[in-house]
């Protein structure tokens, strides 16, 4: 069966830290992983990764995928209250469909 | 706006009532999902449609949910005879194709009392 697991699950640090977000999976027939940002209504798009290695960036945001170990993480340097959020990670099961982990919700405090 | 939109975007029920939701996806897009979200918990995958071929249902999804897209653009969620056990944020997404990124809709809370 398709297993995601983030963590931490929780992480509440202060303006301008740095955050690492971890994700792995056990998925059959792996081919992409997506990453969102849920803030109180429904998960916004951060990134899809779908080869080891390469480093996606968006601002602050940046991710990169491990195929071979098997997991993801996303960076978010200099924090910002607005970047109070569930992350949400989705590996998805090619032929069938994304997976989605249980979430960290991170707490930014000014 | 040309994103996913949904209604209601608050339902309150008594229990044994049935209710209908409803998806209207981005225009373009071929593939429609439809998940479940409790507190504390990632989106749960429920059934999806390609066009208007419901493709896969979850097995966690009992015979009291049907979802249907009759003319493969909006979609309907109906749930019969609900529970308290219903209670969730119900979430429709869609995309362009196959293993394309999912753009989510603001979701419908069910509350069943």
């Known amino acids: 069966e398709d297993k995601v697991v983030q963590s931490p699950l929780s992480l509440v640090v202060h303006e301008g830290d740095t955050v690492t977000l971890n994700c792995s999976y056990e998925v059959t027939n792996f081919r992409s992983l997506l990453w969102y940002k849920q803030e109180k209504k429904a998960p916004t798009f951060l990134f899809m990764l779908?080869?080891?290695?390469i480093e996606k960036k968006s601002g602050r945001l940046s991710s990169i995928l491990d195929k071979k170990e098997l997991f993801s993480i996303l960076n978010i340097t200099a924090t910002q209250t607005g970047d109070s959020a569930i992350y949400l990670c989705a590996p998805y099961n090619y032929g069938q469909n994304f997976v989605f982990g249980p979430g960290t919700r991170l707490s930014v405090l000014p | 706006d040309t994103g996913v939109s949904q209604d209601p975007r608050h339902k309150i029920t008594k229990r044994g009532q049935n209710v209908t939701f409803r998806c209207d996806p981005i225009?373009?897009?071929?593939?429609l999902y439809w998940y479940r979200q409790t507190l504390g918990q990632g989106p749960e995958f429920l059934t999806y449609?390609?066009?208007?071929?419901?493709?896969?249902k979850s097995r966690l999804l009992s015979d009291r949910f049907s979802a249907e897209r009759p003319k493969g653009s909006f979609s309907t969620l109906e749930i019969q005879r609900t529970e308290q056990g219903d209670s969730a944020m119900y979430l429709c997404?869609?995309?362009?194709?196959?293993?394309?990124?999912?753009?989510f809709g603001p979701g419908t809370r069910l509350t069943v009392l």
């Open positions: 225009s373009e897009h071929n593939r």
């Open positions: 449609f390609q066009n208007e071929a419901q493709l896969e």
């Open positions: 779908t080869s080891s290695g």
């Open positions: 997404a869609s995309s362009l194709t196959s293993g394309d990124p999912q753009y």
